[in-house]
Structure formats: C-alpha cells, structure tokens
C-alpha cells in the first residue's frame, strides 16, 4: 500500500518535471516554472540546460532563485551573455527547445495572460506584465504552462493577450511567422491539458490521482472537452516528493 502523501501543488510541479526530458535547453520562467525545471534537473534530467531571462545560460542554482536577477543564477551559470544577445541569438533563432511558463489567464486556445485583468485602460488588477514571455511563446520550439486550475485563470477568452497560445484555431501561428509550437501541454493542480491537433483547443488528457474528469470541467469557464481515454497522472515518489521539499521549505 502506498503511504506517500502529497498535495496538489506538489503533484502539478512533479507532473510538470516530468515534462522535460534530459539535455533539453530550457526557457524557464520564475515562479512555479522554475521550481519545476530545478526538480526535473535534480531527478531525472541532470543535463537540462536552463536559461533565464537575464542571461544566464547552464545555471544550476542551489536554491530557487527569487527572481531573474538573482545572483545564485549568475554565480552557477555555465556563462552569463546580454538580454539582447539571449533573445537575439538563442530565443529567436530556434536555439531553445522549450519554454516553460506560468499564466494568470489562459483560454481555450492556450493565449496567455499576464498583464491585466479587466479592460486595459481601467484594469480591476495590473499584473506583472509581458517580460520575455512573449517571444518564448512565440520563438521556443515548444511551450508547457504550469499554472492552478479555476474558472478564474481558465476563462473563455483572455482578457488580454500577453504570449500568443494558438490564436483562435489551426493556422494562426503560421500566418504570425512564428516560429515556435506553441504551447503543447498545460499542467494544472487538477491535471493535464493538451491542444487538439486538428481545432487546436485544448483537451483534457490527463487527471491526477482523486481528481473526476466532472472536477476539471466545473473549474473551467468554457465547456471542456475530454479525450477520449483520459490517463491518470502517476503519483510523485519519494525521491521527486523530498526534492521539492527541500527547494520550497521557507
């Protein structure tokens, strides 16, 4: 019988983890992103790249940097180069095979948002804003969002549109010209999203353990759809369980 217990957020930052795979380059963004990219890098991908905004190319922090410009990021970097240059050359050139971001909006399209909620000239609340998210939405060969599941973040349109998802449906990326997938996968504390080949909407693919497919579809504010054969999400171990412990005890 399995004994090992674990909380939402533990369960999304591992399903996350999981997500990227061993020598990957990665675009990580601070917050739940980042906590996600350090525990892959500290089970099962030890030669994840990781690239932060500021520059820092190769870092290994020993601890969760609290933002980009955290010295822990500068100090185990494998170099440290120019924003200019990060975007310029890696970025949006095709060098970085994924970016992982959060999201306080996200539609059905996967468009994300980080800049207000409510009209823009009158927001009920300003956000932190664009950052470099917008061009690893645009430029990574593939994006992932870690974010928390509610009607609240999961809405039917976005009330504006911070880093480009898929548009309104198949073909908008291409007539942008850019050059990324987009986001690919969508990991929540409920489960896991995906878009549609074909309507590129996202799905639900995947649940955690406890979780009802009934349960995602109430906490989304458009009607969800469902794949066919939902899986559900492997519970973490003990290895993955104790590394994010030690990366989030205050």
């Known amino acids: 019988m399995n004994t090992v217990t674990w909380t939402s957020d533990e369960i999304m930052t591992v399903t996350a983890a999981r997500s990227l795979q061993d020598r990957m380059s990665c675009f990580v963004g601070i917050g739940l992103p980042s906590t996600a990219a350090n525990v892959a890098r500290r089970t099962h991908a030890p030669g994840l790249w990781m690239i932060y905004e500021s520059g820092t190319l190769g870092t290994v922090p020993e601890h969760l940097p609290l933002s980009i410009g ?4 500068a100090e185990t970097a494998d170099t440290v180069v120019s924003v200019p240059e990060v975007f310029n050359y890696w970025l949006q050139a095709g060098r970085i095979d994924v970016g992982f971001l959060g999201a306080a ?6 468009n994300i948002n980080t800049t ?3 009209d823009y000239q009158d927001p009920k609340v300003r956000l932190p804003g664009a950052g470099g998210a917008p061009e690893i939405a645009a430029s990574c060969r593939e994006v992932i969002v870690i974010t928390r599941h509610s009607r609240r973040a999961f809405v039917d349109t976005v009330d504006f549109v911070t880093s480009f998802g898929h548009g309104t449906g198949p073909g908008d990326r ?3 010209g850019l050059r990324g997938a987009g986001p690919t996968r969508i990991i929540t504390d409920l489960g896991v999203l995906e878009p549609d080949p074909d309507s590129r909407e996202l799905v639900l693919t995947g649940v955690h353990p406890g979780i009802g497919v009934e349960q995602v579809e109430e906490a989304t504010g458009w009607r969800l759809k469902a794949a066919e054969n939902v899986t559900v999400t492997p519970e973490p171990t003990e290895e993955e369980l104790s590394v994010v412990r030690s990366l989030t005890k205050t």
């Open 70 to 73: 955290d010295g822990i990021l």
């Open 105 to 110: 909006q996200i539609d059905r399209y996967a």
């Open 116 to 118: 207000v909620i409510g």
């Open 174 to 176: 291409q007539r942008l």
